[in-house]
T-cell receptor, first 113, second 112 residues
Framework: NAGVTQTPKFRILKIGQSMTLQCTQD?????MYWYRQDPGMGLKLIYY???????DKGEVPNGYNVSRSTTEDFPLRLELAAPSQTSVYFC????????????FGPGTRLTVT | KQEVTQIPAALSVPEGENLVLNCSFT??????LQWFRQDPGKGLTSLLL?????REQTSGRLNASLDKSSGRSTLYIAASQPGDSATYLC???????????FGTGTQLKVEL
């Protein structure tokens, strides 16, 4: 079983470009999350979703957008890339986060120059 | 606002030593606490999940304890091995904001 998968693994963007980070889970989890991890910092929540069609902002949502049209997929969109968005992005999912674990994908390393 | 602190930030031990990693959090109103392992350039692997009503959880050579009232958790690693070298992260789940709050991690190196 694949768990949580993310594509691409690496990406370099120029300032002002746009891209979508893909995330898919095959565990039928309702809860899905996007985090970013900056060097020496803990992970910070960007957006989360509690089910198809329902999304909400986390701590650091500015510059990002999400959608959740299916249970399996939770893409993260960067509209106008900025150097401050250089980071490692992790997608995660959980059956019920107050009770069960969160499972993480392998991450996407993004550089904006 | 929940804040999670992990001390020490880095730790180097000889193989075979037992060790303890510390995690503290400021708001004791948590649902659960999760310990993760992160290898360089990789994602997070869940090690142990402790519910707020539990005192400890064990998995193989790992034992995690939770003292919710004092806002502390420890991860005990027995008989450490070079393969244990990684960054260990703790995270607490609080209902508000429906999110995990992460510490900055302890980077562990187990030397031969």
């Amino acid at each position: 079983n694949a768990g949580v998968t993310q594509t691409p693994k690496f990406r370099i963007l120029k300032i002002g470009q746009s891209m979508t980070l893909q995330c898919t889970q095959d565990m039928n989890h309702n809860y899905m999350y996007w985090y970013r991890q900056d060097p020496g910092m803990g992970l910070k929540l960007i957006y989360y979703s509690v089910g198809a069609g329902i999304t909400d902002k986390g701590e650091v949502p500015n510059g990002y957008n999400v959608s959740r049209s299916t249970t399996e997929d939770f893409p993260l969109r960067l509209e106008l890339a900025a150097p401050s968005q250089t980071s490692v992005y992790f997608c995660a999912s959980s059956q019920k986060p107050g009770i069960y674990e969160q499972y993480f994908g392998p991450g996407t390393r993004l550089t904006v120059t | 606002k929940q804040e999670v602190t992990q001390i020490p930030a880095a730790l180097s031990v000889p193989e075979g030593e037992n060790l303890v990693l510390n995690c503290s959090f400021t708001d004791s109103a948590i649902y659960n606490l999760q310990w993760f392992r992160q290898d360089p350039g990789k994602g997070l692997t869940s090690l142990l999940l402790i519910q707020s009503s539990q005192r400890e959880q064990t998995s193989g050579r790992l034992n995690a304890s939770l003292d919710k009232s004092s806002g502390r958790s420890t991860l005990y690693i027995a008989a450490s091995q070079p393969g244990d070298s990684a960054t260990y992260l703790c995270a607490v789940f609080t209902g508000g904001g429906n999110k995990l709050t992460f510490g900055t991690g302890t980077q562990l190196k187990v030397e031969l």
